[in-house]
């Protein structure tokens, strides 16, 4: 189960190759700003996640007009990361948890995705500009996409 709505989120500083150079991305780096919309997803260069992460890039006006900045989370390496980017040609920024650390904070581990080892689970959550999650889903397998249309009234509400 991911943490829940009113838990504080937990910060995180991961790698990122999202602007063509390794740079630090931070969960804190929006508190007081904006509010951020958190998406994990298991691996890059699948077509769930690349139909998730083109769709959002379709519509990313939709999140900056309700005052948010969508990351995406997944424990690919920055490098594969960025060379899925270029290829589908997503804007959003792709944050590397290579280590777990991260997916293990939100409690969204899957474990052992096709038998070839955990990745995060297609999760996402809504943390306010003050880092409190106030939404949290987790879909019933790695093939569903989350409730966008729920995350965008969250946000709207805030």
Known sequence: M?????????????????TGELTDVSLSENLGKRNTVVL??????????TQEFCDITAGLSAYTDLDADVIG??????????????????????????NKETTKAYDVLFPGLADIGDTSARAAFVVDKYGVIQYA?????PKDLPDFDAIKATLAKL
């Open 2 to 18: 991911p943490l829940a709505v009113g838990t504080k989120a937990p910060d995180f500083s991961l790698k990122s190759k999202s």
């Open 40 to 49: 994990f997803f298991p691996l890059a260069f699948t077509g769930v996640c």
């Open 73 to 98: 989370i997944s424990v690919d390496s920055p490098f594969a990361q960025e060379v899925w980017s270029k290829q589908e040609k997503i804007s959003i920024t792709l944050a590397s948890d290579l």
């Open 137 to 141: 889903e987790q879909t019933a397998t």
